[in-house]
């Protein structure tokens, strides 16, 4: 199925990602957003905030997935597969930042929620989260979002409107055996390309290899950042 793109497309996701990105700033987002801040917090490594925009609710998550203790881990192993829900501790920081922000979303209208990184996991299992207690979940927009997804979870995950905008060449689309990424993916390549994911047992079969630039250490903590991100979708041309 072709999915055409247009300028408004593209200028909601690069909205998502300034988002994304000034949730580190909370003196940003209040310049930004006003009394429409609701607030503007961190646990750990992960920076989240809730913006009401008529009506709706905005959600965002930001957390560097390329930690120097991932890297290492990578590199020493040799393999991509391991616990990621154990080791970014996904359980513990999803219930403590539950706790924060659902007493804060309004039952009415509709909440649209966005993440990076480690951060697009969080924004979609809190998402599934919502779901199950009647809120209205209209879309889940990730960038670099890796295949950290279960079985039991996909599914579900697809009732979300997730949408995963992705590099050309970033690794986390060949990392996570046993994972999957759910809902559509767009490509940010000189013509953006927006296509549905495969099933789960479809990603999960694929054989996975490290990719170079893991195994060679170079910058690609800088390559996918979500700086990286932000320069391509303004690149964009449709």
Not at 85 to 114: A, D, M, R, W
Not at 125 to 142: C, D, E, F, N
Not at 199 to 224: E, M, N, R, W, Y
Request: glycine share 6%; proline share 5%.
């Amino acid at each position: 199925q072709e999915v055409y793109l247009t300028p408004d497309h593209m200028k909601q996701y690069m909205e998502w990602c300034s988002l994304c990105q000034d949730s580190k700033n909370e003196r940003q987002l209040r310049d930004k957003w006003g009394d429409s801040l609701i607030f503007c917090a961190s646990q750990g490594d992960l920076s989240y905030s809730l913006v009401e925009d008529e009506k709706v609710s905005k959600l965002s998550f930001t957390q560097d997935l390329w930690t120097p203790k991932l890297l290492h881990h990578l590199q020493k192993t040799k393999s991509t597969k391991f616990d990621f829900q154990e080791h970014f501790n996904i359980t513990e920081i999803l219930k403590t930042v539950s706790v924060n922000v659902i007493p804060n979303i309004p039952k009415y209208g509709e909440t649209q929620i966005c993440g990076y990184g480690v951060g697009s996991v969080i924004a979609i299992h809190m998402g599934l989260l919502l779901q199950a207690q009647g809120y209205t979940v209209k879309r889940v927009v990730t960038f670099g979002q890796p295949k950290a997804i279960a079985a039991r979870d996909f599914s579900a995950c697809n009732l979300l409107g997730v949408v995963n905008v992705l590099l050309p060449k970033d690794p986390v689309s060949s990392l996570f055996d046993n994972h999957a990424s759910p809902g559509q993916q767009l490509t940010l390549t000189s013509k953006p390309q927006l296509e549905s994911m495969p099933t789960f047992g479809d990603q999960v079969s694929v054989p996975v290899k490290l990719p170079k630039s893991i195994k060679k250490g170079t910058s690609v903590a800088q390559d996918f950042s979500l700086a990286s991100y932000a320069k391509a979708l303004s690149n964009v041309r449709l």
